[in-house]
């Protein structure tokens, strides 16, 4: 399988947060999920990838380092970051007119399709926009100059459910042709649960996994039952698990079943929730 980036022994340091020692393969034509909660790391490994931070260890994207080819690489990746940053006293046609300056590919005619598809007035200033215009706004942008790679970081935190599932269909129709790649970095993972192909999910600035989504959730199991039956062994085979007066709720990846336990398929904000929890380290990559 094609990697679109392949990242190596990445870290990167802040005073209290570090993104410790990723290594990490993103397959080409495919969308791929970055999960975790706020404070996991995300962000930082998105503006890793994009450049916008100094780091140790190599990143590649397109088989190339952003440091050596800034230019060619940023014309290919379409980057929509929390609702961009734009100067609040432009209106949005004018904005775009600025934009299309520093992408060669720039089509004003997509740029206007999203527009009308998102809802939004060219006429408008960017101090005008709700919060979630201003996303609509962002990712028309970086749709609109026929990027090879899209990176979305949280970018329907601020949109309504009917606007988060049409994005959802925009990115499925944009890996179509099994050539462009997108990355989606978000803690709303129901957006992830119909669309995603791959999930990765960071914790404390650590790879937890990198997995194909139909395995993670074939693979693992919530499980229920009485607290008598929570046994030191069945806790080892547990990712981690709670415990109340009515028995204990945990997660497991063991093919292993008991007969007087429930075993119920997982949602990947299950998932998240149980590996945040108590994580247990990487499962393995893809």
């Not at 993104?19 to 962000?43: H, M, V």
């Not at 997108?182 to 791959?198: K, Y």
Request: charged letters at 30%.
């Amino acid at each position: 399988m094609e990697s679109v980036i392949r990242m190596k022994n990445v870290t990167k340091r802040y005073d209290g947060f570090c993104l410790d020692n990723i290594s990490l393969e993103i397959p080409k034509g495919y969308i791929t999920g970055i999960i975790g909660r706020n404070g996991a790391g995300k962000t930082t490994l998105i503006n890793t990838i994009l450049g916008v931070t100094n780091f140790e260890g190599s990143i590649r994207i397109f088989g190339k380092a952003m440091q050596e080819s800034e230019i060619e690489l940023k014309n290919r990746i379409g980057a929509a970051l929390g609702g961009g940053f734009f100067y609040e006293g432009l209106t949005l046609r004018k904005t775009a007119e600025l934009l299309k300056r520093f992408y060669s590919g720039w089509d004003d005619a997509v740029f206007e399709g999203y527009m009308r598809r998102f809802g939004l007035d060219m006429g408008k200033k960017i101090k005008e926009l709700s919060t979630g215009m201003r996303e609509k706004f962002s990712i028309a942008a970086a749709l609109s100059h026929g990027a090879d790679l899209i990176i979305m970081d949280e970018p329907s935190s601020g949109l309504d459910p009917v606007a988060r599932g049409e994005l959802m269909d925009i990115f499925s129709e944009i890996i179509s042709d099994e050539e462009k790649s997108v990355i989606i970095s978000t803690h709303i993972t129901s957006d992830l649960d119909r669309t995603a192909d791959f999930i990765v999910m960071i914790d404390n600035g650590r790879l937890v996994f990198n997995l194909p989504k139909d395995e993670l959730l074939e693979t693992h199991r919530i499980v229920k039952g009485a607290s008598s039956a929570l046994t030191d062994d069945l806790k080892r085979s547990l990712v981690s698990y709670k415990q109340s007066s009515l028995g204990f709720e945990g997660l497991t990846a063991s093919p292993d079943r008991k007969r007087e336990l429930v075993y119920e398929k997982p949602s990947i904000e299950d998932i998240m929730r149980f590996y945040t929890k108590n994580p247990k380290g990487a499962v393995k990559n893809a």
